[in-house]
């Protein structure tokens, strides 16, 4: 899978080369999640303009690059802004897209400290606070839902998951730790000689 500028896939076989978005587009659409996402739901408003409006990555590529963005320092988001970006217009396309992402969201998070600071102590702020904090978690499952519901079927992901969940979440092992110790394990069972070979060793529903 190439992530350069320009590779995305064609419609048909037709010779004309796929339209790329302009860097005012690319900074226009991540803006508009950078304003409109809220509560933790950042991914799931990338994946809906990424993969389901604009159609710039289909759900295979916008998986892997997540899986990156998890695994390198920094905001998952901001990691997939620039995956993106890169693969959209190279460079440029990261610069538009992170700046578009984070920009927006940096403005309004100034403007609601200020008012934060000065009405604080008032009770009907703090009551609206915890309502927002209980609707973030909400947006969580909904995005663990939307994008990973397909690993909770695979007996071989949720190993992983649940695995994961346990050592940071119940045993409170450091995330760099768990890292270490079940990367080399996922990437050995899901090395493309293993998935080759489980694919020929699944009898066809056809036959």
């Given at each position: ?6 590779s995305l ?62 695994t390198l ?135």
């Open positions: 899978m190439g992530w350069g500028p320009g896939p064609t419609v048909n076989n037709s010779n004309k080369a796929p339209s790329l978005p302009s860097l005012g587009k690319i900074f226009r659409a991540f803006s508009m999640i950078g304003i409109t996402s809220f509560g933790g739901g950042l991914v799931a408003y990338l994946r809906d303009v990424v993969v389901d409006r604009e159609k710039w990555l289909d759900a295979k590529e916008f998986m892997a690059a997540l899986e990156m963005g998890q320092p920094g905001l998952n988001s901001t990691n997939l802004a620039v995956i993106v970006g890169r693969k959209l217009r190279g460079p440029a396309g990261s610069v538009c897209a992170v700046m578009g992402l984070i920009l927006p969201g940096a403005v309004i998070l100034i403007i609601l400290g200020f008012l934060y600071v000065r009405f604080h102590n008032n009770p009907d702020v703090a009551a609206a606070l915890a309502g927002v904090a209980a609707a973030a978690v909400g947006l969580l499952l909904q995005v663990t839902l939307k994008i990973g519901g397909r690993q909770f079927l695979n007996f071989r992901d949720l190993f992983f998951i649940l695995t994961t969940f346990l050592m940071v979440g119940v045993l409170h092992v450091s995330l760099p730790a768990t890292l270490f110790m079940l990367a080399p394990i996922a990437v050995w069972l899901h090395r493309p000689a293993a998935l080759k070979k489980a694919a020929t060793a699944t009898p066809s529903k056809e036959s």
